[in-house]
């Protein structure tokens, strides 16, 4: 839970009035007249669904309603689904909206943007949503969840951004150490009349403020940090361009908060609120932008603003408390993994970090309260065994990559989350039980390491307990009006909530279980809008969401911190007695009244108001929920593209004898043996973007002196034999280029061999893009490259069959004969057919206008009508497929036909040419 802060000790009113405009379109409570249709509110997902997803949105009303209908309408208007409102109400939310019902649109699957109506007995519209792929679902609250980071940066790195960052706090370069103040019981009010320097000068510089305030924690930083890698990690080739710099820049800081010479870790920068005295201030005390701290030089502001004080986890050389010490190696080990490739100096040094702070950890005599951050009710932690099973596995995933013994990190690992096991179950993934990604990645590493026998747990007893904590949410949610697996009644609903989707995705993965997807929809759809305030909880996210944060950047600067997460709905009893008046400094938001309180329901309440810490404050860790959360989902539903995914992988497949063994010269020191005579290795959820022929790379180990054979199928599909050569041993890896066609989203490949062995192997490498055998068959070039053509031809950005253009034969006025565009090419190994879109516009008769397409084999002279004469005005794209034969050179023709006449001009366009 976090506790709140005492932020609001100033209680002026604010000298300058703003405006901070909240859109809230339904915030009418729903009335009914007389002979009158019930007017209600329609709550959906905002940001949108994958096409698979089951898709509902909720029907708030002032009373029972029977004979309702909706109708789900595209951006041009036009009903592509509709149906009757469910007749069952799912409960009453508050006495202003008595009856909520459900509206099942899951049949909707078309991409595109949509929203639904309401009619029948009852109206409502909903906000607009969209149907999309998860690549681009999700991948954009993953990048704008790391542009929140970056409006955290301090220091010299900041970035100016729409907020106008400046640079903040540079006297961190040279700060002074103090001794742990004593505080009020119960308050963050300093009772000492000054603080008690030291030590220093050290370099704390730079980082990541905590939340809507200037302080700076370890404890929170390094679990923002450990996230941010496991992010990148998880989305491979996918991530977000800014993924990996912004995980760095946070690694740099807890660099510089963990001396390794002098074994000193530093707990934070800065205090939240000044003495009892009065002699001096804290940061809460202050309402400003970072960039004055600097040159205030008032005394009593010397340690809120322009002199931060730093505080130490332990005296120099001590042991620290084990929940520090646990996070910040496994956020240095998280790193060292993700440079092994790419930059094994820098991961050595990385490992390095880890593996020295894990050394330091108290863990025979714990402090009571653990470490957190000065005072500890700020961040209050009670358990500790998950910070170190975190720790222990991430050391033991990065010393199989870099070629390290991982034997003592492995036993470690599993003594921890057996401790955790027995005693700590009662949280799920946030910032205070990390245990959801310790567990997954100590289930890996076992598996890597041929899973030996004698350490303290199975990955069953792992698996067991990912499910139990996906269940405590599944099992919240199916009593819910909304389908809520959080607890909205309680701080960090929001980050909880996230936590269920990276939980979800996490044991999906291990266990092949997909019986709580529709679960894990049903919290996405809740935190973006689907609740009863219709609110999405990430800024920047949807059309409605926080405007008016308490966030002194986002604040002063009148602008919004894209990509933060809010806490969220909160107990009705954290808002008794208001939300008090403005902070010296703060600017109204919102201008007036609050539009949200007609939906406090269920003892919970929200408010978007910059007073509201109770609900509105963002912070580093619950967005760095969010992103773990969807970056998971996205790549556990196919939505990276290409990447190299590891043969031992747990979210891979074995039958029969097939399993993981330890290989010191594969990737990630394992590869799985024992493949063949019946037993199989499947790699599960190889994503791609485009479908297509991909030279798939594979890795393999082949002992044998004539070279072993395996049986390769896609997707289940007919199976290639493929012949191996020898590659000396079985210890030593040799490659082989296979073409496989490959659907777009996931894709399985299977190996295996009925009669023989199959080679060892080791890992597959999938390129981020087909083999190029059509040039710009998407037209995405934004004109004809690659295309020979004649008559009258152009490429149009109006209603593409996907992406942004497609190719325009023919035009809006008459023209004389054929138009047409051509291409030559060779079909590629592995590939079986050439397929396109077109959409013809004909007012014609097919006598005298028409859309037509050949397919010439240049090999054999033989030419295929593969789209015969076409006059058609159904406004609809078709697709059009043709059988071709691997290594034969192809011209495919697409034409379009007019015959001059005035007023009954036709054009064709086309698009999506592919081989696969």
């Not at 509902?56 to 689904?81: C, H, I, P, R």
């Not at 050389?317 to 956020?331: F, Q």
């Not at 590629?828 to 084999?857: E, H, I, K, N």
Request: glycine letters at 12%; a negative charge.
């Amino acid at each position: 839970m976090r506790i709140p802060r005492t932020r609001l000790r100033k209680v002026l009113l604010a000298a300058g009035i703003g405006t901070c405009a909240v859109l809230v379109a339904s915030s009418l409570v729903a009335t009914r007249m007389a002979g009158a249709a019930v007017s209600g509110l329609v709550r959906v997902d905002q940001v949108g669904f994958l096409p698979s997803d089951p898709k509902q949105a909720y029907l708030m009303v002032g009373g029972a309603v029977t004979g309702a209908t909706f109708a789900v309408v595209d951006a041009g208007g036009a009903t592509v689904l509709s149906g009757n409102v469910g007749g069952t109400s799912l409960g009453s939310w508050n006495s202003s909206y008595p009856d909520v019902y459900p509206i099942s649109f899951t049949g909707l699957t078309a991409p595109g943007t949509y929203h639904i109506t309401v009619g029948g007995n009852a109206t409502g519209s909903s906000p607009t949503f969209t149907i999309q792929g998860p690549g681009s679902l999700y991948g954009k609250l993953v990048a704008d969840g790391v542009s929140f980071f970056q409006t955290q940066r301090d220091g010299s790195g900041v970035i100016a951004g729409a907020l106008n960052r400046q640079p903040a706090h540079l006297h961190d370069s040279s700060a002074n150490v103090y001794a742990w103040p004593h505080f009020q019981s119960g308050t963050d009010t300093i009772s000492d009349s000054d603080l008690s320097r030291t030590g220093g000068p050290v370099d704390v510089s730079r980082g990541w403020v905590d939340a809507g305030d200037y302080l700076k924690f370890t404890h929170t930083t390094a679990y923002g940090d450990a996230v941010l890698f496991a992010s990148e990690r998880a989305l491979r080739g996918s991530s977000p361009s800014t993924l990996d710099s912004e995980a760095h820049f946070g690694e740099a800081w807890l660099n510089r908060m963990w001396n390794q010479t002098t074994k000193t870790l530093y707990l934070q920068v800065g205090i939240g609120s000044g003495n009892a005295a009065g002699s001096f201030t804290g940061d809460h005390d202050l309402w400003r932008l970072p960039q004055n701290d600097d040159g205030d030089t008032a005394s009593a502001d010397r340690y809120a603003a322009a002199h931060r004080p730093v505080f130490q986890a332990a005296a120099a050389g001590a042991k620290v408390s084990p929940n520090l010490a646990g996070r910040v190696s496994a956020a240095f080990a998280l790193a060292a993994q993700v440079d092994a490739d790419n930059n094994p100096t820098q991961a050595a040094a990385e490992y390095q970090a880890a593996t020295s702070l894990y050394a330091m950890a108290n863990t025979a005599g714990p402090p009571n309260p653990l470490t957190t951050a000065q005072p500890n009710d700020y961040y209050p932690e009670s358990t500790w065994h998950d910070d170190m099973e975190f720790g222990a596995a991430e050391i033991a995933l990065a010393a199989q990559l870099l070629g390290h013994d991982d034997t003592p990190y492995l036993t470690d690992a599993a003594t921890w989350a057996r401790d955790y096991l027995t005693a700590d179950t009662s949280d799920t993934f946030n910032l205070y039980d990390t245990s959801a990604l310790a567990h997954a990645d100590l289930a890996q590493a076992l598996q890597n390491a041929g899973n030996p026998t004698g350490v303290a747990v199975t990955t069953t007893d792992l698996v067991s307990d990912l499910k139990r904590q996906v269940q405590t949410g599944a099992t919240r949610a199916a009593a819910d009006i909304f389908h809520a697996g959080g607890v909205y009644t309680d701080f960090d609903v929001d980050a909880h909530t996230f936590g269920f989707l990276a939980t979800e995705a996490l044991y999906r993965g291990l266990s092949h279980d997909t019986s709580f997807l529709g679960y894990a929809t049903q919290q996405r759809d809740w935190l973006l809008g689907a609740n009863a305030w219709g609110t999405s909880v990430m800024v920047g996210e949807g059309s409605t969401y926080p405007k008016c944060m308490q966030h002194q950047v986002s604040n002063l600067a009148h602008g919004s911190a894209v990509g933060a997460v809010v806490n969220g709905p909160n107990d009705t009893g954290q808002f008794t007695g208001g939300l008090g008046t403005y902070q010296d400094g703060m600017v109204t938001c919102p201008a007036s009244g609050d539009p949200f309180n007609a939906f406090t329901g269920h003892g919970s309440r929200y408010v978007d108001d910059v007073r509201s810490w109770q609900s509105s404050e963002p912070a580093l860790d619950m967005t760095g929920t969010a992103i773990l959360g969807t970056a998971l989902q996205e790549a556990a539903d196919g939505g990276t593209n290409g990447g190299t995914y590891e043969a031992e992988s747990l979210a891979n497949t074995v039958t029969g004898n097939a399993h993981a063994t330890s290989c010191a010269a594969c990737s990630g020191n394992a590869k799985v043996g024992w493949v063949g005579t019946g037993s199989t290795l499947t790699y599960n959820n190889i994503s791609v973007a485009t479908p297509g022929s991909y030279a798939v790379v594979v890795a393999y180990c082949d002992g044998s002196t004539t070279g072993r054979q395996a049986q390769v199928s896609v997707n289940g599909g007919p199976a290639q034999t493929v012949t191996f050569t020898p590659t000396g041993s079985f210890g030593t890896p040799g490659m082989v280029t296979l073409n496989l066609t490959l659907a777009a989203g996931a894709n399985t490949i299977t190996f295996g061999n009925p009669t023989a062995y199959a080679p060892d192997l080791d890992a597959l490498t999938v390129p981020g893009a087909p083999i190029a055998a059509i040039t710009n068959g998407g037209f995405e070039t934004g004109d004809l490259t690659g295309w020979s053509h004649s008559g009258t031809t152009s490429v149009t950005g109006s209603a593409p069959h996907s992406g942004t253009y497609a190719a325009l034969t023919g035009s809006a006025n008459p023209t004389n004969g054929d138009s047409k565009v051509y291409q030559t090419f060779t079909a590629p190994a592995g590939s079986s057919t050439v397929s396109f879109y077109y959409l013809v516009y004909c007012p014609d008769d097919v006598t005298y206008d028409w859309a037509t397409a050949t397919l010439t084999d240049n090999t054999t002279a033989t030419t295929y009508p593969v789209l015969g004469r076409t006059c058609t005005l159904t406004n609809a794209w078709v697709k059009v497929s043709h059988s071709v034969t691997p290594g034969h050179s192809y011209t495919l023709t697409l034409v379009n036909h007019d015959e001059n006449n005035p007023g009954d001009a036709t054009d064709t366009k086309y698009d999506d040419v592919t081989i696969g």
